[in-house]
Nanobody
Framework: QVRLVESGGGLVQSGGSLRLSCAAS????????MPWYRQAPGKERELVATISSGGASTNYADSVKGRFNVSRDNAKNTVYLQMDRLTSDDTAVYFC???????WGQGTQVTVSS
């Protein structure tokens, strides 16, 4: 059974930082690129960042480029999202996703106060 569990969300002031984690189980984690998505209230879910299976290649949405950093530890079956210089526009529920099986985590809430 595939399971994705996000953690690390919370309430932070504008300009602050958070580090999200997504622990995966039930898949051969190191074989797959892993994306992070987010969904703000009243908006569609959007792709934030993606990291290749080995971690050498990353891609970011323009809105987070230069502020967010995605990384992974294949030995721990975990993908991370370091978020710096947060703004109120980053307030959303953040999800990790396994595209091959269309599996989503439960999400973790990030709220940035201005």
């Amino acid at each position: 059974q595939v399971r994705l569990v996000e953690s690390g969300g919370g309430l932070v002031q504008s300009g602050g930082s958070l580090r999200l984690s997504c622990a995966a189980s039930g898949i051969t984690f190191s074989r797959y690129a892993m994306p992070w998505y987010r969904q703000a209230p009243g908006k569609e879910r959007e792709l934030v960042a993606t990291i290749s299976s080995g971690g050498a290649s990353t891609n970011y949405a323009d809105s987070v480029k230069g502020r967010f950093n995605v990384s992974r530890d294949n030995a721990k079956n975990t993908v991370y999202l370091q978020m710096d210089r947060l703004t109120s526009d980053d307030t959303a529920v953040y999800f990790c996703y396994w595209p091959s099986g269309f599996n989503w985590g439960q999400g973790t809430q990030v709220t940035v106060s201005s």
